[in-house]
């Protein structure tokens, strides 16, 4: 896939209980430095929510494989 003209942004966040709202305040601020300040309800929301499914699933992918590969 080749995206041109698309900002992005990733962290590095341990799926501890404060990281929903710790991935919301990075993300807000992201878009702030790309000025970007008018959907900050929604992206503080979707945030959140989508931090809180992945916590719920168990974290990250990456530390529920076994040994072998699998899931």
Not at 34 to 59: H, I, K, P, V
């Amino acid at each position: 896939m080749q995206g041109r003209n698309r900002r992005s942004a990733n962290w590095s966040l341990e799926a501890a209980p404060g990281f929903p709202r710790k991935a919301s305040g990075f993300v807000l601020g992201r878009l702030h430095e790309w000025r970007y300040q008018e959907a900050d309800e929604a992206a503080a929301a979707l945030t959140e929510l989508l931090a809180q499914s992945r916590m719920a699933a168990g974290g990250c992918p990456c530390t529920s494989r076994t040994r072998s590969g699998r899931r």
